[in-house]
Antibody, heavy 122, light 108 residues
Framework: QVQLQESGPGLVKPSQTLSLTCTVSGGSISSGVYYWTWIRQPAGKGLEWIGRIYISGSTNYNPSLKSRVTISLDTSKNQFSLKLNSVTAADTAVYFC??????????????WGRGTLVTVSS | EIVLTQSPATLSLSPGERATLSCRASQSISYYIAWYQHKPGQAPRLLIYDASNRATGIPARFSGSGSGTDFTLTISSLEPEDFAVYYCQQRSIWAPLTFGGGTKVEIK
């Protein structure tokens, strides 16, 4: 079965760019109809959908984050990535990558990573 | 944005008891709701999709129901491994997908 693993710096300075990578194993990121997604969870709060990318390269982002987010795909490495710029303390959260199944903007998540904590602090 | 409100925030029960978790949507989402189980340090797990369909490998003690704005996840008889946090998620075509705030099922 497919497995997802997040990686990246655990500490980012305010105003800088948060960069995370999700490595997919047990299956090709290029096969099937899946929506490769980033989700985050600030401490003590609920889950927040950040955005997704499809194998065609098409993306869809949460309107509240759209101006700061970029999600990209690297099929040669079976990875997809998140960049969030101009971060503040409010972006401190556990970041999850997940695989969405369903329709382009209507999907559920059948596989998730365990999450990685990113702290924004000077 | 469609807001999902989960209740109760915490449910204290003993193994063998029945758990009933609620998720209410701020507007109708038909049957487009999923439920996830999340344990600390683990990847969340999809339990139920489209309100009442069990995901692959999910035990029959987990069931979902509801439509429109009110949804329920029922665990018929709690096993020790079921104590976790449960989230609902909607995938309505009318708004970005959102999650509920979660219900923690803890051992009484």
């Amino acid at each position: 079965q497919v497995q997802l693993q997040e990686s990246g710096p655990g500490l980012v300075k305010p105003s800088q760019t948060l960069s995370l990578t999700c490595t997919v194993s047990g299956g090709s990121i290029s096969s099937g109809v899946y929506y490769w997604t980033w989700i985050r969870q600030p401490a003590g709060k609920g889950l927040e959908w950040i955005g997704r990318i499809y194998i065609s390269g098409s993306t869809n982002y949460n309107p509240s984050l759209k101006s700061r987010v970029t999600i990209s795909l690297d099929t040669s490495k079976n990875q997809f990535s998140l960049k969030l710029n101009s971060v503040t303390a409010a972006d401190t959260a556990v970041y999850f990558c997940a695989r969405g199944v369903g329709a382009p903007n209507q999907y559920y998540f059948d596989s998730w990573g365990r999450g990685t904590l990113v702290t924004v602090s000077s | 944005e469609i807001v999902l409100t989960q209740s109760p925030a915490t449910l204290s029960l003993s193994p063998g008891e029945r758990a009933t978790l609620s998720c209410r949507a701020s507007q109708s989402i038909s049957y487009y709701i999923a439920w996830y189980q999340h344990k600390p340090g683990q990847a969340p797990r999809l339990l139920i999709y489209d309100a009442s369909n069990r995901a692959t490998g999910i035990p029959a003690r987990f069931s979902g129901s509801g439509s429109g704005t009110d949804f329920t996840l029922t665990i018929s008889s709690l096993e020790p491994e079921d104590f976790a946090v449960y989230y609902c998620q909607q995938r309505s075509i009318w708004a970005p997908l959102t999650f509920g705030g979660g219900t923690k099922v803890e051992i009484k």
